[in-house]
Each structure stands twice: as C-alpha cells, then as structure tokens.
Nanobody, 120 residues
C-alpha cells in the first residue's frame, strides 16, 4: 500500500513563508515525478509545480519565482518552499506522484491535502 502524506500547512500572514512536505511510504520500487497541486474554495484543482525524476523543475506562472519544489536525497519526500505568500495562495495543497510499486507498474497517487491560509 503506497501512501503520500502532506504536512506543513497552516495560517500565515501575507508576505510570509511556509514549507510543505510530502512523504511517500509503503511498498515502493521507484518514485518518478512528484508534483504539487492546490485547490482554492470554489475553484478547480490546479497544478503548481513538478519535480521530475530527472530533468528540470517546472512551475505554474502564478508561483514562479516565489515557490521552490525540491526533493530529499532519498527521493521519497518532496518539499514546497513557499515565499512571499499572497491571499490568493490560500488553498488546500495536494501532493501527487507517479510511483511504481513493482517494476514498470506506474500508478498515480494523491495525498490527503494540507490547508494553507494566507491572511491579508
């Protein structure tokens, strides 16, 4: 059973910073791309950033230059450093990943989400 568990959300003032974490656990052969998405109240879920297993990170225009996605050396945890937060960044943030529980059996997984609230 593969799980993604996010942590690090909370309430912060505009201009402040938060660091989200997402840890993958369970029967894992290989973790491929890891991503962050977010969903604001009354809006569709939107993609925020991707860290591929190899290659460059990619960001949504709305967060580029303010957010940084990174991964630990074991490549089982992905982070989202969020700086210069704005009220429009308020959302539930979800971790998403392509994971092989067995070789070449790639599946997409979601975490349960963590709330980020930015007060203006």
């Amino acid at each position: 059973q593969v799980q993604l568990v996010e942590s690090g959300g909370g309430l912060v003032q505009a201009g402040g910073s938060l660091r989200l974490s997402c840890a993958a656990s369970g029967s894992i052969y290989r973790i491929n791309a890891m991503r962050w998405y977010r969903q604001a109240p009354g809006k569709q879920r939107e993609w925020v950033a991707t860290m591929p297993s190899a290659g460059n990170t990619v960001y949504a225009t709305s967060v580029k230059g303010r957010f940084t996605i990174s991964r630990d050396t074991a490549k089982t945890t992905v982070f989202l450093q969020m700086n210069s937060l704005r009220s429009e960044d308020t959302a539930v943030y979800y971790c998403n990943s392509d994971i092989e529980a067995t070789p070449y059996m790639n599946r997409n997984y979601w975490g349960q989400g963590t709330q980020v609230t930015v007060s203006s």
